[in-house]
């Protein structure tokens, strides 16, 4: 099982190398990537053929949808998946210095980073029930940020941790 950020990166193109977001964004020099640590795991573990869900939230706005089919694509079960009605997905925007790396520049529609559907996401009522059926347990730290989220992933660490079981993995997204 993954828990965690399910978005898009949108990567600023080679020939935006230097401007600042805002040019980038206006030009449309960038290109979205379907990302997020845990959904990049779930699809790689499903790609090796290990059974694999992701538990995410995104909008229910045509990158959420875009991002569910990729999912799907890949094979990543989407029991724990969900589309909320009137959240806005992650847009994480990236742009390169004049060298070509690069760096976070914030988030879609310049939007704080508690305004997305991630920060919703809420474990399932019968998730320890399920968690009978899994043997890891992946997390991404994204949603430590947010409340919600955060309890979430409280909580399905404890689950975790109290099987005496499940391998925990957790992804630490530091930007410093």
């Known amino acids: 099982l993954c828990q965690g ?14 401007w600042d977001l805002e040019k980038v964004v206006q030009l449309n020099k960038w290109k979205p990537y379907p990302g997020g640590a845990p959904a990049n795991v779930a699809c790689a573990l499903s790609k090796l053929g290990i059974d694999t ?7 229910d706005d045509p990158d959420g949808y ?13 029991d724990y998946f969900s589309l909320l009605k009137g959240e806005k997905t992650r ?14 520049a914030g988030f879609g529609d310049n939007l ?17 029930k399920y968690s009978e059926h899994f043997d890891w347990c992946v ?3 994204l949603g430590l940020a947010a409340p919600k ?13 109290d099987s005496n079981r499940i391998i925990r993995l957790v992804d630490i997204n530091w930007r410093p």
């Open 66 to 78: 875009e991002l569910k089919k990729v999912l799907r694509d890949k094979n990543v079960k989407l």
């Open 53 to 59: 869900s992701i538990l995410g939230s995104v909008g």
């Open 5 to 18: 950020e399910v978005l898009f990166d949108c990567i600023a193109d080679p020939s935006a190398n230097g």
């Open 139 to 141: 997390q991404g730290t």
């Open 112 to 128: 704080p980073s508690l305004a997305f559907a991630d920060c919703q996401n809420e474990l399932p009522e019968n998730i320890k």
């Open 149 to 161: 989220s955060k309890n979430s992933h409280q909580r399905l660490a404890k689950i975790s941790l």
């Open 91 to 104: 847009r994480c925007m990236v742009i390169r210095d004049k060298h070509g790396d690069r760096s976070f």
